[in-house]
């Protein structure tokens, strides 16, 4: 069958003969050797707007032409998604910049504070700056390990405009919270707190990564159905991992006492949240309870007991 390509505009791009039995990938392919640019990963495909929706129906790559009920002479609305990179390289370079750049501000005072002198008699380095700056690689060490061994990706890449963004973000916060909290002039609060404060973040790190792992479990490769997450934290918090991680971060910003460290943890703890409210009313409305399907149990969303 005949199926014509047109723009969200409605101009013509092209018209592609294809097998009913076709699977959504295998139209992008066919997409892709009429027009090399967009590749398939740039590629959004989509029924066109019907009366009282705002947009169509996107098109899954592993489904079928006629799953639709595309028939002869039907259209499809393309849409380009832009120049695409991969998930886990976005996540290994955000990733990699905190991780080397923080120790240079601890390793090289001499260098990044050049005209900076810290006390006479006083040391180089306090224990709780030797403590933070363990704790915040093994942060970033972790995350690079669970992109490679533990994420499962739902799609495969994103925009690469994305790769500026959130590195310039963790980058950012990276050369900040090490600037202040490894200063030459840095005065440490109280040890025993400070100590305290970062144990248990550890134990919160280890937290989040059991959470990551119980969420690598919940699908089989090839599956893409959202299921209920089970164990742990997720008994009682819809976000567990998220959870793991705020606390996590606010236990070495008390640990640490300074500004830049509970602006690096304000500012993550509101990006999770709207992340968390908006994973759980997906959930809430996927498990209804309605036609077979299991009802969402009454969970916290992130952050028991506020939220």
């Not at 707007?49 to 006629?66: F, I, N, P, W």
Request: some cysteine; charged content about 20%; aromatic content about 16%.
């Amino acid at each position: 069958m005949k199926l014509e390509v047109v723009s969200r505009s409605g101009r013509s791009i092209a018209t592609l003969d294809v097998n009913p039995d076709s699977t959504v990938a295998e139209l992008k392919k066919k997409f892709h050797g009429l027009k090399k640019t967009y590749y398939p990963a740039r590629q959004r495909f989509a029924l066109p707007v019907k009366a009282g929706e705002t947009r169509g129906q996107v098109l899954s790559d592993d489904k079928r032409l006629s799953d639709y009920g595309l028939t002869e002479g039907g259209k499809l609305e393309f849409k380009d998604l832009g120049p695409q990179i991969g998930y886990s390289t976005v996540f290994f370079w955000e990733y990699f910049g905190p991780l080397v750049l923080y120790p240079l501000f601890f390793f090289l005072p001499q260098y990044m504070y050049p005209h900076i002198k810290a006390p006479a008699g006083a040391p180089q380095h306090a224990l709780v700056q030797k403590l933070a700056c363990a704790y915040w690689c093994f942060h970033y060490a972790k995350r690079i390990v669970e992109t490679f061994t533990v994420h499962k990706f739902g799609h495969a890449t994103m925009p690469i405009f994305n790769l500026f963004k959130n590195c310039g973000y963790y980058w950012g916060y990276a050369a900040y919270v090490s600037y202040f909290v490894n200063h030459p002039l840095y005065t440490a609060p109280n040890e025993t707190v400070s100590v305290a404060c970062l144990a248990v973040a550890v134990l919160a790190q280890l937290g989040n990564f059991w959470s990551h792992i119980i969420l690598s479990g919940l699908r089989k490769p090839g599956e893409k159905e959202y299921k209920i997450p089970k164990g742990g934290l997720f008994n009682f918090v819809t976000c567990a991992n998220y959870t793991f991680e705020i606390w996590g971060w606010l236990l070495y910003s008390v640990a640490v006492q300074s500004i830049p460290a509970y602006l690096f943890a304000a500012t993550g703890a509101a990006q999770m949240t709207q992340w968390a409210i908006a994973k759980h009313n997906r959930l809430r409305k996927l498990f209804d309870g309605k036609d077979g399907r299991p009802k969402y149990p009454r969970r916290w969303i992130i952050f028991p007991p506020f939220l």
